[in-house]
């Protein structure tokens, strides 16, 4: 069965910091990724989108990027953090237009 | 450009009673459309799609191209239906993915 992991579960960074959060899939191959940022009362964000290894749409331009070096592993970053970038992170997979999947979040918390 | 919107932000209802979320979208061409739900400390998951034309939970979710809605409904709530609902739309290949707000429902005993 397909499973979906990220990483970390939280993180607390000071501004101006670097950031690198994980997403990794299991169980599938060649799937679409997706990062999302998730705020109350905002619903989700999509931020990031990929169809393929180096393949990156952005949809919100902003301080953060995001990277596919292998086909199952996305990356979302940023060379220095604000405090706007606090948030809570949610990476997803799908097969084309299908149903997405959604990893367990991280939460961001920049001082 | 494509969009959703989700006119409420909370919904109260009380435990039997029917609920509607309404969710109105704007897309060129023909999107797949969808409802995500997710429940208290839990991982935010498909609830359902139009395309299945499926009731889950009992819910069901009736596409209307005319007036681009897609309202979720379910004619007895429950307490357990208590959960943050989110509707979305896609391109056929998965690209243009837009989630609305999202509506609070929270169902009352």
């Known amino acids: 069965s397909q499973t979906i992991h990220q990483w970390p579960a939280t993180l607390v960074q000071p501004v101006g910091s670097p950031l690198s959060l994980e997403c990794t899939v299991e169980?599938?191959?060649?799937?679409?990724l997706y990062w999302y940022r998730q705020a109350a009362g905002r619903g989700l964000q999509l931020l990031f989108y990929?169809?393929?290894?180096?393949?990156i749409s952005s949809e919100v331009p902003q301080n953060l990027s995001a990277s596919r070096p292998q086909d199952r592993q996305f990356i979302l970053s940023s060379k220095k953090l604000l405090l706007s970038d606090s948030g809570f992170y949610l990476c997803?997979?799908?097969?084309?237009?299908?149903?997405?999947?959604f990893g367990p979040g991280t939460r961001l918390t920049v001082t | 450009a494509q969009r959703v919107t989700q006119p409420e932000k909370l919904l109260s209802v009380f435990k039997g009673a029917p609920v509607e979320l309404k969710c109105n979208y704007s897309y060129s061409g023909s999107p797949e459309l969808f409802w995500y739900v997710q429940y208290s400390r839990q991982r935010l998951q498909l609830l359902l799609r139009?395309?299945s034309r499926e009731s889950i939970k009992g819910f069901t979710a009736d596409l209307n191209k005319g007036e681009t809605s897609f309202h979720l409904k379910k004619p007895f709530a429950q307490e357990e239906d208590s959960a943050m609902y989110y509707c979305a739309l896609s391109g056929p290949y998965g690209q243009n993915f837009v989630f609305g707000p999202g509506t609070r429902l929270s169902v009352l005993p």
């Open positions: 990929s169809v393929g290894i180096g393949q």
């Open positions: 139009h395309i």
């Open positions: 169980g599938t191959s060649n799937p679409n």
């Open positions: 997803a997979w799908s097969h084309g237009g299908d149903e997405q999947y």
